[in-house]
């Protein structure tokens, strides 16, 4: 539905039904991914009265694509897999027994469950695990788990981390006469525009916005064209 459907179904359910509705601006999907490559070398100990924790691990946490160098768009999705998340063993001589290895890999998700920046989830990262240590008595699946997420948070820290929002592809359609009126409410909203043209008194603009910039759109467009002008947006990439 568009957003002039939903304000007319909440004013029916105010009026007809004496419904009061809160409503608000949806949520965007926000997600955290890093750029750089950074290195951790973390050890997990906690010793009580009885059994206690232990877990050495070492690696590094890097992006699964490397930034685009032109336009700086970050690809988070690796090509081959499909996958937004990767995780690599490379442990050799059995300094992190194999046993805990799924472990690792389950602490590394959870960690990728909710970044620092924002509080969204990370994509696009990749953890390499080299090498680590482990206690006969202490060592357990849960030691390494807990190693892996607080190795994850400390090197998340210096791998720059950025927040990625969606990207749309909007297409707007109106009278020739209202060209610079709707190319100038794609500016107000950190719109860039990709194309424009004008063909028997009616002009198409095709622009790429953030969703979160989006919002009240229609209204907007509505108000500007005298309700003569229309869009269409799909979502295309996350920046």
Known sequence: ???????????RMRREYNVDCTTGKPRV??????????????????????AGQFAKIMGYIEPLNPPDEETGK????????????EFSNQVMGGSVPSNYIPAVEKGFLEACEKGSLSGNPVTGCRLVLEDGGYHIVDSSELAFRIATIGAFREAYRLARPTILEPIMTVEVVAPGEFQSAVIGG????RGTIIDSEVRDDECTIV????LNDMFGYSNQLRGSTQGKGEFSMEYKVRR
């Open 1 to 11: 539905m568009g957003e002039l459907h939903l304000e007319i179904y909440v004013e």
């Open 207 to 210: 622009a790429e916005v953030a």
């Open 29 to 50: 999907a926000f997600r955290e991914t890093v750029l750089q490559r950074s290195p951790f070398n973390y050890t997990h100990k906690k010793q009580t009265g009885g």
């Open 186 to 189: 794609i500016n107000t909203r």
């Open 74 to 85: 970050v690809n988070t999705v690796d090509e081959e897999t499909g996958k937004d998340l």
